[in-house]
């Protein structure tokens, strides 16, 4: 029933335009047939997607190398660098000359 009801209210039924998808009544149900053309570029992107669920949020063989260099005293970030970045996200007010 309600397929019978979009299907005449529909974009397509109110502009006098037949659409040109197959569509059939059998024993009050809306039967529908839908293709789908996927492109060479969908196909890849779908692939890339795919293998990047297989690539970890967080890399623990560089966490641990940062950890063990920041526990045993070596690891000297550059300042300069630091700063620089801390200003850019709002977190470090610049000096007023």
């Known amino acids: 029933m309600i397929g019978r009801v979009s299907g005449q ?12 998808r197959p569509v059939s009544y059998s024993s009050g ?3 529908e047939t839908d293709n ?5 570029f969908g196909s ?3 692939r890339a ?3 990047m669920k297989n690539i970890p949020d967080v890399r623990e063989d560089v ?6 260099r920041i526990e045993s005293g070596t690891y000297n ?4 660098k630091l ?9 470090l007010d610049a000096a007023e000359d």
Do not use: H, Q
């Open 29 to 31: 149900s809306f039967t």
């Open 77 to 80: 970030p550059p300042l300069d």
């Open 49 to 51: 997607t795919a293998e």
């Open 63 to 68: 966490v641990s190398d940062f950890r063990s």
């Open 36 to 40: 789908a053309n996927i492109s060479t």
């Open 83 to 91: 700063a620089n970045v801390l200003y850019m996200a709002g977190m």
């Open 44 to 46: 890849l992107l779908a």
């Open 9 to 20: 209210f529909s974009a397509e039924a109110l502009s006098g335009k037949k659409s040109r």
